[in-house]
């Protein structure tokens, strides 16, 4: 059974400083590694994707990634109380045509 | 900005009647999904559509469940005799690539309640 694992956190962070959540999978032949963010009762958004090792910022997010450690990480700089949400780590593994699996979700909590 | 649409917002319905639920895919995306949510639990994986045939399919996605794209724009989700356990979130989402390769957009879902 390939797995994606997340921690359910809560991650409690105060406003404006750097949010750190990691994600590991089991598929190694793993190629795409997505991050949604999903707010209770809402359906996920898609914060940012990474494909290749290294990292990847976007505004306020940095995604990191290392295959050889079946590892990939998002950070939140600047946290606002507007990024307490749900993140979500999605992988399309190597047998896949374009199906997620998703991790289990890690609970951000911005206090101001 | 285009975005995936989802009707009803909420069904009710009671255990072992059929549901269709509606999806309207961003009109130049090519692949379609449907994933399902469970109170608490992690979005899980249904199926994948592309050029009016299953691509992909999970254990969840059982004779029970069938999907269709009546038209060009709807790609709706059939569950025939609806389980008290098919009480769940459900979304559409849909992509231009479907290859591993391109981000996938979800819409807002639809939450079945079968009492």
């Known amino acids: 059974q390939k797995e994606v694992e997340q921690n359910s956190g809560p991650l409690s962070v105060p406003e404006g400083a750097i949010a750190s959540l990691n994600c590991t999978y089991s598929d190694r032949g793993s190629q795409s590694f997505f991050w949604y963010r999903q707010y209770s009762g809402k359906s996920p958004e898609l914060i940012m994707f990474i494909y290749s090792n290294g990292d990847k910022e976007d505004g306020r997010f940095t995604a990191q990634l290392n295959k050889a450690s079946q590892y990939v990480s998002l950070l939140i700089r600047d946290s606002q109380p507007s990024d307490s949400a749900t993140y979500l780590c999605a992988v399309i593994g190597t047998d896949s045509w374009g199906k997620f699996q998703f991790g289990a979700g890690t609970q951000v909590v911005v206090t101001p | 900005e285009p975005e995936v649409t989802q009707t009803p917002s909420h069904q009710v319905t009671q255990m072992g009647q059929e549901v269709i639920l509606r999806c309207v895919p961003i009109?130049?995306?090519?692949?379609f999904y449907w994933y399902r949510q469970i109170l608490g639990q992690k979005v899980e994986f249904l199926v994948s559509?592309?050029?009016?045939?299953?691509?992909?399919k999970s254990e969840i996605f059982d004779d029970q469940f069938s999907v269709e794209r009546p038209d060009g724009s709807n790609f709706t989700l059939k569950i025939r005799s609806t389980k008290l356990e098919d009480s769940a979130m459900y979304f559409c989402?849909?992509?231009?690539?479907?290859?591993?390769?391109?981000?996938?957009?979800f819409g807002p879902g639809t939450r079945l309640t079968v009492t």
């Open positions: 559509f592309y050029n009016n045939e299953i691509s992909e």
């Open positions: 009109s130049n995306h090519l692949y």
């Open positions: 989402a849909s992509n231009a690539m479907g290859r591993g390769g391109d981000e996938q957009y």
